[in-house]
């Protein structure tokens, strides 16, 4: 139904700078809240930011002022750029959309592969 692919991924020294992109295909009509999270190994994996679909947007705490989620709606893609990375932003980050108004959609949303991202110290 939707198939995303996350980009951008690395390894870059604390201080660095990232940017994700995540490119969504497929029902578009499923295709709405755009989310970033990420698992870090031997954690739950946490919601980072998003952007619903009338473009407001959410960060977790610990990243608010560093990282910044954009989306361009004409290429279905969403970004996040990470400035001023720390060594505990090292985890693997998914993408994710869901659309709650449309009961045609997974509810729990779709999901990409992951991409991972290591901050070194």
């Known amino acids: 139904q939707v198939q995303l692919v996350e980009s951008g991924g690395g390894l870059v020294e604390a201080g660095g700078s990232l940017r994700l992109s995540c490119a969504a295909s497929?029902?578009?009509?499923?295709?709405?809240?755009m989310h970033w999270y990420r698992q870090a190994p031997g954690k739950k994996r946490e919601l980072v930011a998003t952007?619903?679909?009338?473009?407001?947007?959410h960060y977790l705490d610990s990243v608010k002022g560093r990282f910044t989620i954009s989306r361009d709606n004409a290429k279905n893609t969403v970004y996040l750029q990470m400035n001023s990375l720390k060594p505990e932003d090292t985890a693997v980050y998914y993408c994710?959309?869901?659309?709650?108004?449309?009961?045609?959609?997974?509810?729990?949303?779709?999901w990409g592969q992951g991409t991972q991202v290591t901050v070194s110290s």
């Open positions: 994710n959309t869901d659309n709650p108004e449309n009961s045609e959609c997974q509810l729990a949303g779709y």
């Open positions: 952007m619903t679909s009338f473009g407001s947007t």
């Open positions: 497929g029902d578009t009509a499923c295709i709405s809240n």
